[in-house]
DNA sequence: TCTGGGGTCCTAGGACCC
DNA sequence: TCTGGGGTCCTAGGACCC
């Protein structure tokens, strides 16, 4: 049996959290650049606000139904979902963090000991509540598909006191039936109209397809598993995630500028900020790069814009795999130069980190000195400090907070600098005008009890 | 005027290998 | 006139997920 535990309206309920007035409210949180609508509560649902709503568009009705507004604020949600996996981790014997806000737990072969698992799954998501003080919905099931499935039935079901375990084939074709094919995990726009088309409208439905149908029509292999799953039998294992934290096959960073682009030097910037950002995280998950993408975008809304909206490019490293901001910023800055059109507006930059493995396992070295023009400058001599160097710089960071240190290609042009807050934000940062305080991660941002 | 970010998996053509 | 089969890696892009 498989778990699956949901944070209900999970940013919204961080906000509540700290800010408990807002219970019973109507309140949504934005995302990056305060540019939609990214969670909403139950209230915010019930006005006709819809996940992915452009902010400007939706700005008049927020108004008028006095609905609170929040710009996104990882630090917090990043911190509360940490508390959230840390007490999963205490009550179930394994725990597979899916995103920011759900997990999968293994619950093999406890219906023997336990009989029912509907109440130990009301008694984890009573002790998250308490811990944390976030909501949550618990679906139980033979597969992860259908975990999910219940999970979905238990949010959209009052009655149900936020848990569905699909224990018997009869409860499960129940619950099949509740659900549209669009709900179904797996399942996207394109494949929905696909569907739809097909006479495919319900879980139920697809639950019946052939073999062959499936993969045929959703994608191979994929469709195939997610047939087979929604009838009962698994197709996917639980992957612990070890110390409750996630170890990733990709790491990126990307960003929607605060305003369009168009000299080299800050989008440059933009892209070392962004690279430095996305080498930490790779340091911090104890791996080493090989493979490096930068991407810029155009305004793919704007009308003048003819696509492609977005132009990537690709390098495997010449030397091999390194975590070390400065040689990956120097091959960064050559694939921006080739991806560079002048006289444009760029509204988006972002950098992906691929090919991770840990240090030690076959470093490649340069045979061939003079060989490519992706060739870095770099004097050997410094190249072996370097790792303590970013350790070093990492360390800073840690202690005195993001971008204490920081790369000097990613600081702003003299010109832009406040000398005397030395503040001034680098000309890609975006709005967010209604950021709450980052509650539990700064010392300055901590509650005051009178 | 204003439209997010971080992931996974899959496909497909071309270069290259034996 | 006739020109293979089975692989891997690299790169770019797309569907889908939360």
């Given amino acids: ?54 902010y400007f568009q939706v700005k008049d009705v927020l108004q008028q139904h006095n609905v609170k ?37 293994d619950l093999a072969g406890m219906e023997t000991y336990l009989g029912s698992l509907d109440a130990y799954a009301r008694k984890i998501r009573d002790g998250v509540k308490a811990r944390t003080g976030i909501p949550t919905c618990v679906g139980v099931a033979p597969t992860k598909t259908l975990a999910k499935l219940a999970n979905r039935i238990a949010k959209k079901d009052a009655a149900l006191g936020g848990v569905l375990y699909l224990d018997s084939p009869e409860r499960r074709a129940w619950a099949l039936r509740q659900v549209p094919v669009g709900d179904v995990w797996g399942v996207g726009r394109q494949y929905a109209a696909k569907l739809a088309a097909a006479g495919v409208d319900s879980a139920a439905d697809l639950a019946r397809v052939s073999d062959a149908w499936a993969r045929k029509h959703l994608g191979g292999v994929v469709g195939a598993r997610l047939v087979q799953e929604l ?60 493979v490096l993408t930068v991407y810029i975008s155009k305004n793919r809304f704007a009308a003048n814009v003819l696509p492609p909206y977005s132009k990537s490019a690709t390098l495997t490293l010449p030397i091999g795999p390194t975590a070390d901001t400065t040689v990956l910023l120097s091959y960064a800055r050559l694939l921006l130069g080739r991806l560079w059109e002048k006289s444009t507006a760029y509204h988006k930059a972002g950098v992906v980190l691929d090919g991770l493995e840990p240090p030690g396992t076959g470093q490649q070295l340069d045979l061939f000195a003079a060989a490519p023009a992706v060739k870095p400058i770099e004097k050997p001599a410094l190249v072996t400090k370097r790792p303590a160097l970013m350790a070093s710089l990492d360390a800073l960071n840690q202690r005195f907070g993001r971008g204490a240190v920081q790369i ?15 503040k001034t934000p680098p000309p890609w940062e975006g709005k967010a005008q209604w950021r709450s305080p980052a509650f539990t991660t700064r010392l300055e941002d901590l509650m005051l009890v009178n």
């Fill in 1 to 54: 049996m498989f778990g699956l535990l949901d944070c209900n309206n999970f940013y919204v309920s961080c906000e509540r959290v700290f800010q408990p007035r807002y219970e019973g409210q109507p309140v949504v949180v934005l995302s990056n650049n305060d540019g939609n609508l990214i969670s909403r509560s139950a209230e915010a649902k019930a006005l006709g606000l819809k996940m992915g709503d452009p």
């Fill in 69 to 105: 507004v929040f710009s996104s604020n990882y630090a917090l949600y990043g911190d509360m979902s940490r508390r959230v996996m840390y007490h999963l981790q205490q009550v179930a014997p394994a725990v597979e963090i899916y995103s920011i806000d759900e997990a999968f737990l």
């Fill in 231 to 290: 009838q009962g039998r698994p197709c996917a294992g639980l992957h612990p995630s070890e110390d409750g934290t996630l170890s990733r096959q990709s790491i990126s960073c990307s960003r929607t500028f605060g305003k369009p682009l168009s000299a080299f030097d800050d989008v440059l910037a933009a892209v070392a900020a962004f690279l430095s950002r996305a080498a930490e995280k790779l340091r911090a998950q104890g791996d080493m790069a090989h």
């Fill in 408 to 422: 000097a290609t990613a600081i702003p042009a003299a010109g832009h600098i406040n000398t005397t807050s030395g």
